[in-house]
């Protein structure tokens, strides 16, 4: 019976997997209140036939900041960051990144920032910035 719950409620998710994301010819739109609550929340656009993934996450100081799932480093291995309280943990190396620091600190295996901004109470990001990300994937 949960087994029959589980596979229901994946087949009612919306087709890009995630309830607020808004994809348009230009850019992405996210509702803020989706990621707002300090929590990693991942999302992937199929973009050009490659599906491009990245993480939104709202760190202690109140800044919702982007990354690719992916860095210079661990690209190959694709397997992406996890969360561990106010750390972003690549799961290939163990290296630990604080939240603070996403969008701060480019280069080695820190989360490959993307560009993202806030409009209203979305949070935008045009679809050429996550496009530049596709050689991650």
């Not at 919306?14 to 803020?32: H, Q, R, T, V, Y």
């Not at 800044?63 to 561990?84: E, L, M, T």
């Not at 996403?102 to 050429?128: F, H, Q, Y």
Request: hydrophobic share 40%; charged share 25%; with cysteine.
């Amino acid at each position: 019976m949960k087994k029959m719950i589980l596979l229901l409620a994946f087949l009612l998710l919306p087709a890009n997997g995630f309830a607020g994301m808004e994809i348009g010819d230009k850019e992405l739109s996210i509702p803020i209140n989706e990621v707002n609550d300090g929590q990693a929340h991942y999302y992937s656009v199929n973009l050009d036939g490659k599906e491009i993934r990245f993480f939104v996450v709202r760190s202690k100081d109140g800044i919702i900041r982007a990354a690719f799932d992916a860095c210079d480093v661990c690209y190959r291995s694709k397997k992406g960051y996890s969360q561990q309280g106010d750390f972003m943990v690549c799961n290939n190396c163990g290296m630990r990144f604080h939240s603070t620091r996403i969008n701060v600190v480019k280069g080695g295996c820190n989360p490959s920032p993307l560009a993202r901004e806030t409009k209203d109470d979305k949070l935008v990001i045009s679809l050429d910035a996550v496009r530049s990300g596709a050689m991650y994937f």
